[in-house]
């Protein structure tokens, strides 16, 4: 059976390689910020963002232990102001919403009212032929009602411009989802 991160990183991989720039919009302890690190390699870029602190401390430990190459920015703010940190355009960009692995600090969780804007704006950010990737988990009230927004939100948007999908167990409704906008 296909798991869901491994399909995730197929799609990434279709868009992302060495010499690349891309985001980690929820860096937490780091895990997508390594792939990302190590899918473009020294002549790439990645910046990850997160509101903890402990976040950026855990991240900069994990990515030295991992071996990652030194292409990373790793940054103490809200999702919805990557675009001031940013610039020019982006080939990847993970959303990975919810709270932080092993933190129990459920308080902190990504939240619709910053969540819409900042894929919003991370969708502006990207190149031709480049991917978003939102990772949603219903399971919990906050997680869920995003996740119903950004629908409703990813359904405006013109197919012409974005090919928009949405990979969910269809008999598992509360599993975490993942949407990807392809930008053509
Ligand atoms: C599910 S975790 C991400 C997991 C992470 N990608 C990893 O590989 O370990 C979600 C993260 O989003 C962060 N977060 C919550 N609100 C945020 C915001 N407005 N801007 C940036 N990060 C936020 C949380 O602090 C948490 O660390």
């Not at 990183?9 to 895990?31: C, P, Q, W």
């Not at 939240?111 to 219903?138: C, F, K, S």
């Amino acid at each position: 059976m296909v798991d869901l991160l491994s399909l995730q990183k197929y799609f990434i991989l279709s868009h992302l390689g060495e010499g690349h720039r891309a985001v980690d919009f929820t860096m937490g302890n780091g895990h997508d910020t390594e792939f990302l690190s190590k899918t473009v390699g020294p002549g790439g870029q990645v910046t990850a963002f997160d509101i903890q602190p402990k976040a950026l401390e855990s991240t900069a430990k994990n990515l030295r232990e991992w071996g990652c190459p030194e292409n990373w920015r790793l940054i103490c703010d809200s999702h919805h102001n990557a675009i001031n940190y940013i610039d020019g355009k982006i080939k990847a960009g993970m959303f990975n919403l919810g709270y932080m692995p092993g933190s129990g600090n459920k308080a902190l969780t990504t939240m619709r009212e910053t969540t819409l804007p900042a894929v919003e704006n991370a969708l502006t950010l990207l190149d031709r032929d480049a991917i978003l990737m939102v990772a949603v988990y219903p399971g919990h009230p906050e997680g869920a009602l995003e996740g119903e927004e950004l629908q409703k939100y990813f359904a405006t948007l013109s197919r012409y411009k974005l090919c928009i999908a949405k990979f969910q167990m269809v008999n598992s409704p509360t599993s975490p989802y993942f949407i990807i906008a392809e930008t053509k």
